[in-house]
Every structure is written in C-alpha cells, then in structure tokens.
C-alpha cells in the first residue's frame, strides 16, 4: 500500500500534537452558501486550565437575523446594533439587528468541548469572502481567550496564534442545487452534489476536489475509477492520522457508497487527488471528470474551480 507524505499533496494539512492544549476555537462547517447558516462554534478548552463562564460571538457584516440556540444553565444576551450596510434578505431591506451573541452564566471545564451555534442568514456577501465570527472566552479569574485575529492581505491564518474563526462564504449556485437537486447530476441510482476542485497555489504539484455522492439504491455502489482530460491520473484518497502526521493513501478497491446512504469527498476526509495537471486549476475555471461507478457506470460532470482558500481553517487544529 503506497502512501502519500502530505507535503507532496493539495490539500497540505499537517495536524501539529505538539501543543494539544493549544487547539483553536472553530467553526463546524467552514464553507457556506448564501442563505440559511447556522455558526457552530466548538470551544476545545478554557483558560489556563480555568474553566470558561462566558462565551461571546461578534457576528460579521453579511450574517443577518442572528437567533442564537439557548443551552440549558446558559443566559443569552442579545446585542443590537446598525450594519455597515443595508442587506435584502427575503425582499426585506435590513440595516439593524443582532451583532453580538454572549452566552454566560455557565461552566465549561477546561477539559472539556462545547458547542455555541447561533443559526442566521449569509446575505449580501461575494462568493469567496469570508466571514469572521470573533469569539472571546472569559473566565473566573477575568482571564480571556481572544480569537479575534484576522489575517493580512495574503497571510495564511495558520500563522496566527487566536485566529478568528470563519466560514468562506460559496457559489450561490451550489446553494440552489442543494437545496432544490434541480443541478445535481445523475447516473443510475447514484446522484452527484456540489462536486468542486480547489484552485491550486503556484508550484502546487497537484490538485483537489471535492462533492457528496448519494446512493439511492437497495444495494451498496462503488466508485471504482476518475479520469480527467486534465490531468495524465486521477486518484481518490482517504486521509488518516498515522502518528502526529495526517497522511494520505489511496482508497484501495474502490470507495463504497452504502446503499440508501452518502458519502461527502471534502478538505481533511476524502477527496480526489489530480497528478500531471496540465494547466494548474484557477479560480473560475472548469475541471472536466469522468466518475466510474461499479452498478451505475460512468458518470460525467465537470468541477467549478474554487478559491484556494474555500474550506480550510477551523474544523479540527489544522497547521
Ligand atoms: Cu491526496
């Protein structure tokens, strides 16, 4: 079995152990279409081994009619203010409402991980920006964990030290294809949703993509093979943690997709990995693929090229 170091692959995600303490406050899910979204915010530890009381979330410009989820032991305070802006959602002008969420009251113990959600509407905002949730821990002694930081033009957020979790808002497309299937590609029983290939980085020696894949059948399918006119190979990988190091490999015999079931190729699980790329993917541009099913045969589509960004940052402590 032959098995990738990260440093030769797209998607470089080395997981740093190194300081376990030291993981980041983030996001649950990073990339988001205009509309419905629901921030879910994981707290992964207190301060200095203090528990943390408090918990509060400013809201970015471009997330409006903000109703935070109550948690039991917990009071919600509300803070109201005026938007930067003027946002249409539903037809209705909005300029004001919610811009910050403090849950207090309660205790989170250092050595434990919650979750803050606060569910509102990404309206206003370009594919590709991203929206920062700044989240400040309090705790007893009046001690806080800040992350507030939002990185410089160009910088990678990685090298902050309390970067500031965000959702890189996505094709307003995609939205509607998934919201209504209308757009998503079908083959037999299997049924293909918001496929994309991330845009690669200069000297990046391979690409990324990404979709879920559903199974509407009574038996288990496979994907048992990709080409693509734009690359010399095409292979679908699994990514695991062997040690403090996540690797890559190549799913072996194909991957499964369980009967009545999905799978989600996406940053830091499953993907397809692109070798002898031709013309590096550019934000914008289409990538051709042709999907090979073992029941529903072959499959067709082609991948929007997203922001080299779309997807990182938050979820797990990705370095
Ligand atoms: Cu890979």
């Known amino acids: 079995m032959r098995s990738f170091s990260l440093a030769a692959c797209a998607a ?12 980041h406050v983030s996001l649950q899910q990073t990339q988001a279409a205009p509309g419905t979204y629901r921030a879910v915010i994981g707290i992964p530890h207190g301060c200095d081994g203090e528990p943390t009381t408090a918990v509060r979330v400013e809201l970015p410009e471009g997330f409006v009619d903000a109703k935070p989820v109550p948690k039991s032991a917990w009071n919600i305070e509300i803070q109201q203010g005026d938007f930067a802006r003027t946002y249409d959602v539903h037809g209705e002008k909005v300029s004001s409402g919610p811009v910050a969420i403090t849950w ?5 113990a250092d050595e434990h991980y919650d979750e803050f959600t606060v569910r509102g509407t990404i309206a206003g905002v370009d594919q590709g920006q991203r929206l920062y949730f700044k989240t400040t821990q309090t705790c007893p002694s009046g001690k806080q964990e800040a992350w507030v930081e939002e990185p410089a033009e160009g910088q990678d957020p990685h090298a902050l030290d ?7 808002v996505a094709a307003a497309a995609a939205a509607e294809e998934h919201h209504y299937g209308a757009a998503e590609i079908a083959a037999g029983d299997v049924r293909i949703a918001e496929p994309w290939a991330r845009a690669m980085l200069p000297g990046q020696p391979t690409g990324g993509a990404y979709m879920t894949i559903r199974n509407e059948g009574q038996e288990p399918d496979r994907l048992v093979g990709v080409t693509s006119t734009a690359a010399g190979k095409v292979e ?4 695991e943690m062997k040690g403090d190091v996540m690797e890559m490999r190549p799913v072996e015999g194909g991957l499964e997709i369980p009967a009545g079931g999905s799978v989600s190729l996406e940053p830091g699980g499953f993907h397809l990995m692109f070798f002898d790329v031709k013309t590096p ?3 914008g541009a289409e990538v051709p693929v042709t999907l ?7 499959v ?6 997203l922001p080299a960004s779309t997807g990182r940052g938050g979820g797990t402590h990705q370095h």
């Open 281 to 283: 993917f550019a934000e």
């Open 104 to 108: 207090s009251g309660g205790s989170l």
């Open 236 to 239: 679908i990988h699994t990514m």
């Open 292 to 298: 090979e099913f073992e029941k529903a045969g072959k």
């Open 300 to 305: 067709e589509l082609s991948l929007p090229v």
């Open 12 to 23: 470089t995600i080395v997981i740093s152990s190194a300081m376990p303490s030291m993981a």
């Open 162 to 168: 309390y970067p500031a979790p965000f959702v890189t």
